[in-house]
DNA sequence: AACACGGGGGG
DNA sequence: CCCCCAGTGTT
């Protein structure tokens, strides 16, 4: 039954499909950067990206060769910043082991850092024509509301049934562009939050949902659970010409990027100054910068924000702080969005 | 199976 | 405010 999907999809596909920029020279290379990108991420968001990711980074020894420091700053805002680390050390074993080009073979590709069965389906198929399903949240949706499957999509053994379905209804012929019309129908006609457009799809004849007029009731998923709240400190110091900023653990949330000095808890303004001199600078002022809030996936920062000029030190590093002139650190250290409330104090002066 | 891991756009 | 996005890795 499922199979009869493949034609109208394709044929709509053609007609309809948005004009992007990795799909206008969909090498492995290209496929796989925008695929990672994509990852839980909007196209709208991932385009200047892209863009700017490629002309750094033209082929895939550029990525493996990239510092750190310049890999984090093209990532900078865009999330999720395993995604870039693992895309390294992917391009780092496709140049030892396949001298430089992504293999053509769906397990090897599957076995590469970072690239799970959707992202080895999409470059699969894109990028090297192998039939292979490319599941994400918008196929998900678009087949459980097909087959009106009440199966929770949060689970894997649903999306895996997804993708045994869809493996068997997969033909030699073009499966890039049979993934990406089932992704295409997802993102533009068979959208979540109920406003489909049932009108526009080519499938909606075969479509169960539709037919029952139960398409708002999928995709079925379970409440997920609450974020945990957290309250932190943070802290603009500030010495001459230059502000405080320190690098972030190695592992764990926002691993590696820069970030304004912040403590947990929401610190007296005695407790800010007796941690300030503990790390012995002198402070002159203080005052409060605000509060502000931002919301990751699991977690939510409450903030309040103190500034604080302190007596003038050469010292570039104080402990775990680095000083840093306030110019010519623009552009230079990827900063997290979450610290964004505050940077405008670091552009001020008392 | 559950959880960690960003950020932003849209209702 | 809530939803959810071209998901993956770890525990």
Redesign the pocket.
């Known amino acids: 039954m499922l199979e009869q999907i493949r034609e109208p999809l394709l044929a709509w596909y053609r007609e309809n499909k ?1 004009q ?1 920029p ?2 206008e020279e969909p090498t492995p290379y290209h496929v796989w950067v ?3 990108m ?8 991932v385009k200047e990206y892209y863009t700017r990711f490629l002309q750094a980074l033209p082929e895939v020894k550029d990525l493996a060769q990239c510092p750190e420091e310049q890999l984090l700053k093209l990532w ?8 870039v680390r ?1 895309m390294q050390k992917a391009a780092i074993e496709i140049v030892e082991k396949y001298g430089g080009v992504m293999p053509a073979d769906y397990e090897k590709i599957l076995a ?9 389906g ?1 470059v699969s198929s894109i990028a090297y024509g192998i039939p292979r399903p ?1 599941v ?3 196929v ?2 678009v087949i459980t509301r097909i087959t009106e499957n009440p199966e929770d999509i ?4 649903t999306k895996k049934k997804v993708e045994t379905a869809l493996q068997e209804i997969m033909l030699e012929d073009c499966p890039g562009d049979f993934n ?1 019309s089932l ?2 129908l ?2 533009t006609v068979c959208v ?2 109920g ?1 489909a457009k049932c009108e526009q799809c080519p499938v909606a004849q075969m479509c169960q949902a539709h037919a029952h007029k139960t398409v708002l009731e999928y ?1 079925k ?6 974020r ?1 709240i957290e309250e932190r400190t943070v802290l603009v110091i500030q010495n001459g010409q230059e502000f405080a900023i320190s690098r972030r653990p190695p ?5 590696g ?1 820069y970030e304004l000095p912040n403590r947990e808890g929401y610190l007296s303004e005695e407790e800010i100054l007796s941690y300030v001199k503990d790390l012995h600078l002198l402070p002159l002022h203080i005052r409060e910068a605000g509060e502000a ?7 939510e920062w409450r903030m309040k924000g103190y500034f604080i000029k302190v007596a003038a030190t050469e010292e570039k590093k104080v402990g775990s702080l680095i000083f840093v002139d306030r110019k010519e650190s623009r552009g230079k250290y990827p900063i ?3 610290f ?1 409330a505050y940077r405008k104090f670091i552009e001020e002066d008392f």
């Open positions: 948005r992007l990795w799909r925008s695929e990672i994509l990852q839980q991420t909007r196209v709208e968001a900078e805002g865009l999330g999720y910043y395993n995604r693992n590469l850092p970072g690239i799970g069965s959707y992202t080895a999409a490319a994400d949240g918008n998900l949706r949060l689970k894997q053994s990406q992704m295409e997802g993102a979540p939050n406003m995709p998923k379970t409440p997920k659970k609450q945990k592992k764990g949330l926002l691993a990027l809030k931002h919301i990751f996936s699991h977690v997290p969005s979450a964004s």
